[in-house]
Every structure is written in C-alpha cells, then in structure tokens.
DNA sequence: GAGGTTATGTTATTTCATAACGAATCATCT
DNA sequence: AGATGATTCGTTATGAAATAACATAACCTC
C-alpha cells in the first residue's frame, strides 16, 4: 500500500515550523492540566508523528528518533507510544501496524480511520456508534473502546484509479 | 486478557464430533461451488479454529497443527489462513492478532466483534455501517472493507465484576 | 502427457513488541 | 534538607507475529 501509488504530494502533509511547535506546545499544556509529564522522549515521538505526511510504523519512529541519526531502542518508543495513546494525543491503526497523532481536538476515546490503500494516508473521523452498540448494551455487554478502521480509495486515489 | 477471568466454561465452546464434521462438510460443499479447494492444510485450520473456544493465535494454531504434537511451518498455517478468510470462513481480530471461524452464515464480508477483556471470548455480530459512511463515501471514498472490534466486558463478567 | 496454474514444504529472515532490572528523576512529607 | 515512594528511563535480551524466497508436488485442461 502506498507503494504503487503515483502521488507524490501527501494528501496529509505533516506539521512543520510554528504549527509543529503549537501543537507539542498545546500538548505540553493538555499534560500540565493532568499532572502528566510531558517527558523528552514523549515529546520526541509526539513531533515525530506530527512531522510525518502518515502513519508511522514504530520501528520507523525508532530509526528516526535520534535528532544526530541515533536510532532510539525499541522500549523507549513503544512506552512514549503508550504514554501518548493513554492521554489521546496518538492512535494505533491495528490493521497498519502503525500509529498517528490524534487529530480530533479533544474529542472521546474513540478513534475510527479511512485508510488508503493506494496512498497510505489514513483520515481520522468521528464516528457515531450509538446505534451499533445500542443492542450489544441492552444484551448486557459494557462497551469499554471501539476500533473502526475502513479500508478503500480516498477521494484522489479513486480519481486517479 | 482471559488471564484474571475466574470463568471455567467458555462462553463460546468449540465445536465437537458429528457438530464439527458437519460444520467442515458445509465449507467443502462451498468449496466445490465456487471451485475452491479445501486442502489437508486448509481443513485442519478450519478444524482447529471450529474446536477452539475462543480467538486461536497463529502460532497456537502452529502448535496444535500435527494430531501427532509435531508443530506445523508458520507459512503453512499463514497460507491456510489467508485461504479462510478469503473465502469467508475465518476473520483476523486484528486487536488481538488472532483468528476465529466466521459464524454469520452466509453474509457479507463485513464482520464485527464484541470482545471481552475478561474471559477472552470474541463474539460475532452483524453490523449495519450504511449510516456510518454514507458521509464518507458521499465525499469521495470508496470504501472496501471494514474492521469493527468493540473491546469490554461480555455480560457473564461484567456481572461477575 | 505437455504445459500452465495452484498449492505445498522448507529454510531463513524480517518485523513487531515486551520482559526484566538497575539507575535516575520527581513529588511529597516531615 | 533528607527520607520515602512512585514514575520514568536506559539497557540488554528475548519473545511473538509474519513473510521472503525458492524448490517440489499436485491439479487442471487441452
């Protein structure tokens, strides 16, 4: 996926510059409220997801943590991951084996993602899962989280295809 | 996950016997139709994930391959896998990295689950996503395929709790 | 039975993720 | 300030999940 796609602008192009300072900035204050710490390999891999044009694997986030090319090693990554899922601030994409910076402001802790099979980017949306799970509640289940991931063609891959 | 769970009966027994043998002769005679074949390796898969009383990993599945205790090659089950599933016989849980034998008779490709984080069990329901992505398909994307896991407790453990 | 297609067996490797443990940091209380 | 307890981090090592690559075998159909 992505690899025979013949975009080469990202449909998602990641943040640079002041946005990317805004939005580790608007991240660290989030933390303040909370009472959590904001620690420099968390905040190195919440830039890194919000730099990036799409999903990033964690062994990319790793290759990629060290600013002078020094890979970081695997734990330091997968804890600022578990750290950034916890607060809201990433999501996993389980069918991608990948993570992205949460781009629904302060919205619940449900994520659902459109993901591109041509070009790789995957949309976050809100979704409404009230009806779906409507039944399974009267059943007696206690829906706790929710993973929606739909696959297929973004807009400009389906024009192009 | 099913690790704390104070359960001695699973909630979704396997199949056994004459249960088991009917339920493998049903996905022959699909087989036949459509031309398919339902090999000694793709059988046994099916088999095993028709026993098995909850969501089976890969590697379970390798383990448990031989009636003899000899484990199988990982592709050999992979490949199996991928046969199951496309044919509409087996879904990944894909929060779980694990495999269970579809149990909607003859529907869609969609599946949908009900995870429970207590006793493991993983259990199949129909979803309906028409009002979930006619938005999304109304502003371009065509969708393909869905993942729907719904994580909590199931209600035999949510009363137990 | 020749030739193309599909499936399998096998070896090795790659990719993804966590266990375990000691050292460092931070918050809080006295 | 110093003791205490809770988090976080750095590090080594390992475990778990999935696939690449390629040779062999079975199946179809002409």
Do not use: W
Not at 10 to 37: D, F, I, M, W
Not at 66 to 83: C, M, S
């Amino acid at each position: 996926m992505g690899d025979d796609c013949r975009h080469t602008e990202s449909a998602q192009p990641g943040l640079e510059g002041a946005a990317l300072a805004n939005a580790v900035a608007a991240a660290a204050v989030k933390c303040e409220r909370t009472r959590e710490r904001l620690t420099p390999p968390r905040r190195r891999v919440l830039e890194l997801l919000l730099e990036a044009d799409g999903p990033m694997k964690a062994y990319d986030l790793i290759a990629a943590y060290g600013q002078d090319g020094e890979p970081a090693k695997p734990p330091t990554v997968y804890r600022a991951l578990d750290f950034l899922e916890r607060l809201g601030f990433a999501h996993r994409i389980e069918s991608l084996n990948a993570y992205v910076p949460c781009r629904m402001e302060g919205t619940s802790h449900r994520a659902a993602f459109l993901i591109c099979e041509c070009c790789g980017t995957a949309e976050e949306f809100e979704p409404d899962f009230a009806p779906q799970f409507a039944a399974a509640e009267a059943a007696g289940y206690a829906v706790r989280t929710v993973t929606l991931e739909a696959r297929g063609l973004c807009p400009a891959c389906k024009v192009e295809a």
